[in-house]
């Protein structure tokens, strides 16, 4: 049985381009980040379409700087890895970042400290830290979380 992500040979060019465009809006629209260009290469390694630099320019006709600027910018963002790249040509082979595997465990949950931007914290010892400790001796114990997974000062 077929999925949406494969194609068939006799498959209507026009369907195929819809549903690249598609596989462009799916990724965007779960990464702002992502720019167009940039959820064109992910739906082109999604839907099997290009794995390197040059087979995506030349399959849609982009000039190939822009797509080595965009899979940098990817890279950065850190959803893709470049495998190989070619240093004559610059071109390069790439792959999505593989997913983090999430195995459940029985132990507590890591609590975030307070915001800072709620002010909870400077209001429970009366001083900002600013990017660092603001303790006499230079001690930041009282940041610390305690074993309950609460912070000093926190309500």
């Not at 381009?17 to 999604?46: H, K, Q, Y």
């Not at 010892?125 to 603001?134: E, L, M, Y």
Request: hydrophobic share 35%.
């Amino acid at each position: 049985m077929s999925t949406m992500h494969e194609a068939t040979p006799t498959q209507d060019p026009a369907d195929a381009v819809t549903l690249f465009f598609m596989e462009v809006e799916r990724i965007r629209g779960n990464d702002p980040w992502v720019s167009p260009l940039g959820g064109g290469i992910l739906a082109g390694l999604t839907l099997d379409i290009a794995h390197s630099s040059r087979a995506f320019s030349r399959a849609l006709g982009i000039e190939h700087a822009l797509v080595l600027r965009e899979i940098k910018t990817l890279v950065d963002l850190g959803r893709l890895i470049v495998r190989e790249r070619n240093e004559r040509t610059q071109g390069c082979t790439y792959a999505l970042v593989p997913l983090p595997v999430v195995i459940p465990t029985d132990e507590k949950p890591i609590r975030r400290p307070p915001s800072l931007a709620s002010g909870s914290l400077i209001a429970s010892t009366g001083r900002a830290t600013r990017g660092g400790c603001s303790s006499k001796g230079g001690s930041c114990g009282s940041a610390l979380p305690r074993d309950d997974g609460s912070f000093p000062g926190s309500r």
